[in-house]
């Protein structure tokens, strides 16, 4: 029996930067009365609290919900309110090495864009992370920019030989993240098995990055079963299933309890 369903936020349970709709919010709050669920994200605290918690039902069940930011780089967990378990922040020295190498990267890969929306490089903390259009660009100009990451692929190469000292994920519709190294939702996974004392084995993981380079893929490389997802459609169709075999699996458990 699975005891922990993690999730990816943009791209898995909701478009990029786009609030949870009511369905989503729905099955997760019905996920939620039979199973404990993580959400890791490359987005920051803000945008759990907009896109997210602002969307979910405000009840007990939190309390069984464990929030990733950053790539795992933090953690929080419901106890009235919401408490940070720990953050992974940069050194100043640090953001700035990867603010200029950023900058560097787009320039050489020749993918300057003309108009942006909002920030392009943002400091999470523990993660700085470029938005190739920037933080508030439009759902439909994101995903023309780079449908198939090949722009961003590019960039990576890059930033691999110009900062090889820290991690380098791509995520959402035009992001790329940087941690420290060994830094990404790999790490984030381990810290929930250590912390809710839930072995990897028993554990699902649900994204839309789940290739080699993807900000996903790190959760498939610690061991944990991972089911890849083209965005919240079929997401949602994969929670009812998953709703539907936990149920089942309660269910028989106990007739078998009375039958004892």
Known sequence: MKKL???????????SKSPLDAEMSGLLHDLLGIVRVAIISGG?????????????????RLEDLSLLP????????YSGDWKKIYSEDFTPEAKEKIVASLKKAVEEAGFRVDKVWGEVIEDR????????LGQQAPL??????????????????????????FSVRLGG??????????????????????IL????????????????????????????????VRGP??????????IACLADGDQQARSREGIQ
């Open 5 to 15: 369903i993690v999730f990816d936020l943009d791209g898995t349970l909701a478009e």
């Open 44 to 60: 920051g605290w803000p945008q759990f609290e907009e896109q997210l918690l602002s969307n979910l039902p405000h009840d007990e």
């Open 70 to 77: 950053t790539c795992g780089t933090e953690f929080f967990r």
């Open 125 to 132: 903390g523990s993660q700085v992370t470029f938005s190739a």
């Open 140 to 165: 439909e100009e994101k995903n023309k920019w780079d449908p198939d990451f090949t722009k961003r692929k590019q960039i990576k190469a890059i930033l691999d030989t110009l900062i090889p000292e």
């Open 173 to 194: 519709a035009t992001s790329i993240d940087v941690t420290k190294p060994g830094i990404d939702k790999a790490y984030g996974i381990r810290k929930l098995r250590d």
């Open 197 to 228: 004392g839930i072995s990897l084995k028993e554990m699902i993981f649900i994204g839309d990055a789940l290739f080699v380079g993807g900000n996903d893929y790190p959760a498939e490389e610690a061991g944990v079963v991972s089911i890849p």
């Open 233 to 242: 459609n079929e997401t949602k169709r994969v929670t009812e299933a998953i």
